[in-house]
């Protein structure tokens, strides 16, 4: 064994020696290269909500383009590697276990559902892995905090609050029912319809629930032909909501339908149509159409430059304005790029104007926007509707 003397001049020269060595060695991050970094996107590429993660990739992707054209976040480039969990969690678990240790990925970005969504909380949680910018308005991934997690839209909670408040005050409703997917998104969409009507001494007075991943309706559509109430709810992706809204019309059922921004939009309206004249939907990004907005304007021509042929629809937005919030994160972290710095940074932003959006972050806050917008269905076309 060397004495203490030999052992001192041993540390003292691997300190010397660690000294010399680039910074670029001693800031190495798992994901992080000296001419690009490495995000891994797990979300649905197939089955009954692929559109969703489809409009999520056009609009990051869109982005992601522009900047690296421009020679990337300093001095790296955004590669983005996508993978299909087709909306089940189980799919979820492994390919997000597989981005991080297989493909090594600096951060996770665009998810998209509340029940793949909750599937990654540990995995994310455990590892220190970031993940920003999640399709889905869960307040299991805002309350409490998880500090990995970062999210852009507003919540359920949110978009519930905007739907009661509109049926109540412009429709004179008094009773509301709820149907939704039996997973934690429709039982998030339900808790958030409950504390909105709570606040007004209302309860819900009829559910129905479907499977997720399934266009089985009946049974839950019955529950809301028994009650008829005066507005329903919906929770759900395009094509069971599609299936929902065409077999209520078709019975008769006469209550106001309304479902959060999740549904996407553009499937559905494009699934229903005209039969779809009158169902309010809550949105969690300025409309689209609405080039007033600076955002709307870049986002617009973004995607029209890099995915000829697709045009800025609300999901593809969100995606677009997710990615504007990593792009700002990234930049603001610096050279010397760290998974814990990226955090810091992000939870730096406040009051960050986006061009015609503000977004805040901080550290007991990981939710940038809690804006809701309403549109109508209104002669097979989406529209505006003023609150």
Do not use: W
Not at 132 to 143: K, P
Request: hydrophobic share 45%; aromatic share 6%; net charge neutral.
């Amino acid at each position: 064994m060397p004495d203490k003397r030999l052992k001192r001049i041993l540390v003292g020269g691997l300190l010397a020696t660690t000294l010399l060595l680039p910074a670029t060695v001693l800031r190495a991050e798992v994901g992080v290269g000296d001419g690009e970094v490495l995000v891994g996107m797990v979300n649905a590429r197939s089955g009954p909500a692929a559109g969703l993660g489809q409009g999520m990739l056009v609009g990051a992707d869109s982005v992601f383009k522009e900047v690296n054209a421009a020679g990337g976040v300093n001095g790296r480039k955004i590669n983005l590697i996508v993978a299909d969990d087709g909306y089940e969690p189980d799919r979820t678990v492994d390919e997000t276990i597989a981005m991080i240790e297989k493909k090594q990925v600096f951060c996770l970005f665009g998810y998209v559902g509340t029940p793949t969504a909750n599937a990654a909380i540990p995995i994310v949680a455990e590892t220190k892995v970031p993940l920003v910018g999640l399709f889905t308005g869960a307040m299991t991934l805002r309350s409490p905090v998880t500090p990995e997690i970062v999210n852009i839209r507003a919540s359920y909670d949110d978009e519930a609050e905007a739907l009661v408040d509109y049926f109540i005050t412009r429709g004179n409703a008094k009773s509301f029912g709820v149907f939704y997917q039996d997973d934690g998104f429709g039982q998030a969409v339900l808790s958030g319809t409950e504390k909105a009507l709570k606040k007004r001494g209302l309860a819900v007075t009829a559910t129905g629930l479907f499977q997720r991943n399934t266009v089985a309706v009946k049974t839950g559509l019955s529950k809301m032909l028994e009650s008829r109430p005066d507005a329903i709810v919906m929770a759900g992706p395009y094509t069971p909501l599609a299936e929902f809204i065409k077999i209520a019309k078709t019975e008769g059922l006469k209550s106001r339908l309304a479902t959060v921004s999740f549904v996407g939009t553009d499937n559905l309206v494009g699934m229903v149509g005209a039969l779809g004249d009158g169902v309010v939907i809550s949105q969690v990004v300025p409309f689209p159409g609405d080039a007033s907005l600076p955002i709307t304007k870049s986002c617009g021509e973004l995607v029209g430059k890099h995915h000829p042929g697709e045009v800025l629809n609300f999901v593809s937005f969100e995606g677009c304005i997710t990615a504007k919030v990593l792009v700002e994160g990234l930049q603001a972290a610096g050279r010397e790029l760290r998974r814990e710095g990226l955090l810091r940074a992000l939870e730096q932003l406040s009051g960050r104007d986006l061009g015609g959006i503000t977004v805040t972050l901080g550290p007991g806050d990981h939710q940038a926007l809690d804006v809701v917008f309403l549109t109508e269905i209104r002669g097979g076309r989406i529209a505006k509707l003023e609150r």
